[in-house]
């Protein structure tokens, strides 16, 4: 969960989810899972929002059932492929939902 100052704090953060979702081809309710992942994960440290965009993104698209490449996500947010493997999964887990099992 997460307050509505914390939405207000993080514009610029939501601004590139939107985008990057655009940019991947994503619904509304990807995008909404996304957000929702992120705002409930963010750090205090304006370094690691990025790749918490990218790895949201992911874990978002994933949860809608519109699944898109670490890669292609990565590319769309301007971070490493790496950035989104090493954080998806514990996205998914501090928002109470169980990571898939390839």
């Given at each position: 969960?997460?307050?509505?100052?914390?939405?207000?704090?993080?514009?610029?953060?939501?601004?590139?989810?939107?985008?990057?979702?655009?940019?991947?081809?994503?619904?509304?309710?990807?995008?909404?899972?996304?957000?929702?992942?992120?705002?409930?994960?963010?750090?205090?440290?304006?370094?690691?929002?990025?790749?918490?965009?990218?790895?949201?993104?992911?874990?978002?698209?994933?949860?809608?059932?519109?699944?898109?490449?670490?890669?292609?996500?990565?590319?769309?947010?301007g971070v490493?492929?790496?950035?989104?493997?090493?954080?998806?999964?514990?996205?998914?887990?501090?928002?109470?939902?169980?990571?898939?099992?390839?």
């Amino acid at each position: 969960m997460y307050r509505a100052r914390d939405h207000v704090e993080n514009e610029r953060w939501l601004a590139d989810i939107d985008d990057a979702a655009e940019r991947l081809g994503l619904s509304g309710e990807a995008k909404s899972r996304a957000t929702d992942l992120f705002l409930s994960t963010v750090s205090g440290s304006d370094r690691s929002k990025q790749a918490t965009v990218a790895a949201s993104l992911y874990a978002g698209s994933l949860v809608a059932g519109e699944r898109r490449s670490q890669a292609a996500v990565a590319d769309a947010v301007g971070v490493s492929r790496l950035s989104v493997q090493s954080r998806w999964k514990g996205l998914l887990e501090a928002a109470g939902l169980e990571p898939p099992q390839w």
